[in-house]
């Protein structure tokens, strides 16, 4: 639409504009401004800054895999826990962060239920912090194995107490 | 004497033993902080409709007077702290936004200079450093931030320390820390040389000036922190959705395990009759009447401050409030006494 549009005013309110007769020019040039992202304009809009890309932890991640599978093998369950969970991936890459999630519920299923409290009791805050979460991703994403999870979450609750817990509630990244 | 601060439109003045005093009515939004300043005898107070007021005590007739604080602020204010100095206060707001806030004479009014970038989201607590010049917040964009507050109408003149090892300017950032959580509070040491900060993902964070960059962290297996105070150099007690006080050290690069302020004795079971034990099984399903948490304070505590300090500067006494509506003098050294292994 990149025309003018002349309307007869029939009336009272008849205007004289530039064309000299009994017409209204009305200017319906573009309707471009429905089209503008007011959002972007906006100066209170807050952009959370742990949405940005995060690659950190991607590339060990196969490594680590197949680290975890020798661990195993050789019934270290102990030390496959700790390399299970250094530096988890937290970008946006599903796959990578679906292959870590695999090989952590893979150590846990790989323990008896008795070595379950030495093996929490050496972990670092840190690390307590990560298991929670991978804890809490496997009640929503592997709600069959809940069961072998809640053990272990009662475990890591003892050491972490509830801060675990919120710690993984305010994590905006997420494993 | 202490004031409590009431989430309604006036706020209550008490005395040491528990009798309200007066009743200030200014506000007519909630009271959202109060301060006052022991030096000059001023009270401030901040709400929610965007006001702060000045209440200084007339001496003859006994009554507080207000006088309004131009904020300038389209949000809440949130937290309002006076200076060491006393001569200034800072208020923080939910329009993202610190106003440092300074008489001015020729007007006779409190004016208001503001402080805005970086900030990006609500303020919910500020602490000045014992200089005057310089301020810590902490905002809900996960952030704890310092800023120099050296303004020029007051003639201030700044000194060089740790915090700006160069001559910054009004609200020029001096250093930015990141947490997962919300920042609850912030505090500077006494000497001024170390920050707190405890964030909403149960975390306390301590940094020294002359090493800006290693933070301590440490992750408590606590409920997130509401509010921290220092209990002497190398030592802060903290509180919040737990419902106690408890009492960290600073150990060299780490934090020791915090050590529970509130101790109660379990009261011994002979209460009870046992016909009354049954009763109350066969009415209630429970066979003890205890409804009451085991702690002091029966619901989070909101906020700590220091009431007396001892000859060396460290604290000996402290006060909190919480969302009980109850306030609770704690004793540090008849504590440390009494709690083994308590080091402050």
């Known amino acids: ?175 | 004497v202490l004031s409590s601060c009431w989430k309604r439109k006036q706020w209550y003045q008490r005395r040491v033993r528990g009798t309200k005093e007066t009743e200030l009515q200014k506000h007519i939004e909630r009271v959202k902080c109060v301060d006052w300043a022991p030096n000059t005898n001023r009270i401030s107070t901040c709400a929610g409709d965007r006001n702060a007021y000045v209440w200084n005590l007339n001496a003859e007739t006994g009554v507080w007077e207000p006088s309004l604080v131009l904020l300038r602020i389209e949000r809440a204010a949130t937290y309002i702290r006076w200076s060491p100095a006393e001569d200034r206060f800072a208020v923080g707001s939910g329009a993202r936004l610190l106003s440092v806030c300074f008489y001015d004479n020729e007007h006779d009014w409190w004016v208001s200079k503001h402080i805005k970038k970086p900030i990006r989201s609500t303020i919910l607590c500020v602490d000045w450093h014992p200089s005057n010049h310089i301020l810590a917040i902490g905002s809900c964009d996960f952030k704890c931030r310092i800023f120099s507050a050296a303004l020029k109408e007051t003639n201030d003149k700044p000194e060089i320390s740790g915090w700006m090892p160069k001559l910054s300017k009004f609200s020029a950032l001096l250093a930015e820390y990141e947490t997962q959580g919300w920042v609850h509070s912030v505090k500077f040491s006494p000497s001024g040389d170390r920050l707190a900060w405890a964030a909403h993902d149960a975390s306390i964070n301590i940094v020294h000036m002359d090493s800006k960059d290693s933070v301590i962290r440490s992750l408590t297996p606590s409920l997130p922190l509401l509010s921290i105070i220092w209990a002497s150099e190398g030592s802060v007690v903290c509180a919040g959705h737990d419902n106690y006080p408890s009492l960290y050290n600073i150990n060299g690069d780490t934090l020791s395990a915090g050590t529970r302020l509130d101790v109660k004795e379990k009261k011994a079971g002979g209460g009870m009759s046992a016909m009354a034990r049954f009763q109350q099984l066969d009415r209630t399903g429970a066979d003890t009447k205890d409804s009451t948490l085991g702690t002091t304070h029966q619901n989070a505590i909101v906020e700590l401050r220091v009431t007396a300090t001892g000859g060396d500067g460290t604290c000996t006494q402290f006060s909190s409030v919480g969302m009980d509506g109850k306030m609770v003098l704690w004793n540090l050294d008849a504590l440390a006494s009494s709690i083994a292994d308590l080091k402050i």
């Open chain 1, 1 to 175: 639409v990149g025309r003018d549009q002349t309307v007869i005013s029939s009336g009272i309110n008849a205007e004289y504009g530039e064309l000299g007769e009994r017409e209204m020019a009305k200017n319906v040039n573009s309707t471009q401004f429905r089209t503008v992202d007011v959002d972007a304009y906006d100066e209170e809009a807050y952009e959370d800054e742990a949405r940005v890309q995060d690659d950190s932890g991607v590339a060990e991640v196969t490594e680590r895999a197949s680290k975890v599978k020798d661990l195993l093998s050789q019934m270290k369950t102990k030390e496959a826990l700790v390399e299970a969970l250094k530096s988890p991936p937290v970008g946006r890459d599903q796959t990578v962060k679906s292959q870590n999630y695999d090989t952590v519920m893979w150590v846990l299923k790989s323990f008896k239920g008795s070595d379950i409290d030495a093996a929490v009791a050496d972990l670092s805050m840190v690390e307590v912090d990560i298991l929670m979460k991978y804890l809490y991703k496997g009640f929503s994403c592997s709600p069959d194995k809940a069961a072998n999870l809640l053990l272990w979450h009662e475990k890591v609750v003892a050491k972490g107490g509830l801060g675990s817990i919120v710690r993984v509630m305010v994590d905006r990244k997420g494993v």
